[in-house]
Nanobody, 123 residues
Framework: QVQLVESGGGLVQAGGSLKLSCAASGRTFSSYGMGWFRQAPGKEREFVAAISWSGGATSYTDFVKSRFTISRDNAKNTVYLQMRDLKPEDTAVYYC????????????????WGQGTQVTVSS
């Protein structure tokens, strides 16, 4: 069992930065692939980024590539999402997820989810 708690969301102006954190409970964090997803009002949840068990491999959706960076610290049981050059269209609730999957891009590939953290980007 893995419990996930996101933090770091907030209100930021366009062009600004935020760093999201996702703290995981459990001693097997390093055995899980981790992902970030987001859901904007009225839209379906969408994949943002994923990272492998070791952190050696990452995957991004095209619309965040070069602006967002996913990373993890297995000693701290934490995964991060550094977001730069934020745009109003990045406004959404951001969720982290854990699963026995390598760079999964589908929500169904993840077993555990956090409660989400709101990111709002003003123009």
């Amino acid at each position: 069992q893995v419990q996930l708690v996101e933090s770091g969301g907030g209100l930021v102006q366009a062009g600004g930065s935020l760093k999201l954190s996702c703290a995981a409970s459990g001693r097997t964090f390093s055995s899980y692939g981790m992902g970030w997803f987001r859901q904007a009002p009225g839209k379906e949840r969408e994949f943002v980024a994923a990272i492998s068990w070791s952190g050696g491999a990452t995957s991004y959706t095209d619309f965040v590539k070069s602006r967002f960076t996913i990373s993890r610290d297995n000693a701290k049981n934490t995964v991060y999402l550094q977001m730069r050059d934020l745009k109003p269209e990045d406004t959404a609730v951001y969720y982290c997820a854990a699963g026995q999957i390598y760079l999964g891009r589908l929500g169904t590939e993840y077993h555990y989810w956090g409660q989400g953290t709101q990111v709002t980007v003003s123009s």
